[in-house]
């Protein structure tokens, strides 16, 4: 299908979360580190908190990662610069992790 | 709805011993919303349960972690069946392609090589990890909580 810019994933609106706001990265190139996306997504403001879940066969990194700001538009910001950079040759993608409702169809 | 539009998973582990019925369950439907439910006896009675909707980037983590994982390929003929060890559930619907797995529980990878299927039950058994990882991080991250 057609790349697009997946801004907020549209009009859904986030949820936030116990403590912060979490942004879902995908496309993470499989030696990423915890601290190469801190440096990447600390510029933005603080990151409370980041997950990179393994591949359980391999070990490498699976792909993708929750990124947890204190605040709403630090989140904000670094969703809109960071969604569509590359990173080791691979784009990431960058949306809100959780919505307030069901995803609408398009 | 379209077919191609399709998309669910559920995942079930759980057995029944002496402390009663301990399970962990999560389900994922095509709006994005995640439902989750762990009851285990050690430290409380109660049952955790939790929902969350995901967002598209989400639900498109997951379908590709369940297209590498070649489990939709699978067959659970010759898997063990279900005892009083335990029992997994694993059910996908992606597009036309459809799978309902039911088996006993796998300790490790060990396990799956002694079975009538090893290929198809390591392939299985990884998948199953990587969806509790997804899982397990959104649990994390969303609410604070960890499996127990």
């Given at each position: 299908?057609?790349?697009?810019?997946?801004?907020?994933?549209?009009?859904?609106?986030?949820?936030?979360?116990?403590?912060?706001?979490?942004?879902?990265?995908?496309?993470?190139?499989?030696?990423?580190?915890?601290?190469?996306?801190?440096?990447?997504?600390?510029?933005?403001?603080?990151?409370?908190?980041?997950?990179?879940?393994?591949?359980?066969?391999?070990?490498?990194?699976?792909?993708?990662?929750?990124?947890?700001?204190?605040?709403?538009?630090?989140?904000?910001?670094?969703?809109?610069?960071?969604?569509?950079?590359?990173?080791?040759?691979?784009?990431?993608?960058?949306?809100?992790?959780?919505?307030?409702?069901?995803?609408?169809?398009? | 709805?379209?077919?191609?539009?399709?998309f669910y998973v559920r995942y079930?582990?759980?057995?029944?011993?002496?402390?009663?019925?301990?399970?962990?369950?999560?389900?994922?439907?095509?709006?994005?919303?995640?439902?989750?439910?762990?009851?285990?006896?050690?430290?409380?009675?109660?049952?955790?349960?939790?929902?969350?909707?995901?967002?598209?980037?989400?639900?498109?983590?997951l379908k590709?972690?369940i297209?590498?994982?070649?489990v939709l390929?699978?067959?659970?003929?010759?898997?063990?069946?279900?005892?009083?060890?335990?029992?997994?559930?694993l059910e996908i619907v992606s597009?036309?392609e459809h799978i309902s797995f039911?088996?006993?529980?796998?300790?490790?990878?060990?396990?799956?090589?002694?079975?009538?299927?090893?290929?198809?039950?390591?392939?299985?058994?990884?998948l199953?990890?990587?969806l509790?990882?997804?899982?397990?991080?959104?649990?994390?991250?969303?609410?604070?909580?960890?499996?127990?």
């Amino acid at each position: 299908g057609m790349q697009k810019r997946r801004d907020g994933e549209g009009e859904e609106e986030p949820a936030k979360s116990v403590e912060g706001w979490i942004l879902f990265v995908a496309g993470v190139h499989e030696e990423a580190t915890e601290e190469e996306l801190l440096s990447l997504f600390d510029e933005y403001g603080e990151v409370k908190n980041i997950n990179l879940p393994l591949d359980r066969c391999t070990c490498y990194v699976k792909g993708y990662a929750l990124i947890e700001y204190a605040d709403l538009e630090s989140a904000k910001q670094a969703m809109r610069a960071v969604d569509g950079n590359e990173l080791n040759d691979q784009i990431l993608r960058v949306s809100w992790a959780f919505l307030k409702g069901p995803i609408r169809d398009r | 709805m379209d077919e191609e539009d399709r998309f669910y998973v559920r995942y079930y582990i759980g057995h029944k011993g002496k402390f009663g019925h301990e399970f962990l369950e999560f389900e994922v439907k095509k709006d994005g919303l995640l439902r989750y439910a762990n009851h285990t006896n050690y430290k409380s009675e109660k049952i955790i349960k939790k929902e969350v909707y995901c967002n598209k980037i989400v639900l498109e983590e997951l379908k590709k972690i369940i297209d590498s994982s070649k489990v939709l390929n699978a067959d659970d003929d010759k898997w063990p069946e279900p005892d009083k060890v335990g029992r997994q559930e694993l059910e996908i619907v992606s597009g036309n392609e459809h799978i309902s797995f039911v088996t006993t529980k796998i300790g490790s990878l060990l396990d799956t090589k002694d079975s009538q299927d090893p290929e198809g039950m390591a392939n299985f058994y990884y998948l199953v990890q990587d969806l509790k990882a997804l899982v397990f991080a959104v649990m994390d991250m969303h609410f604070k909580i960890k499996p127990i």
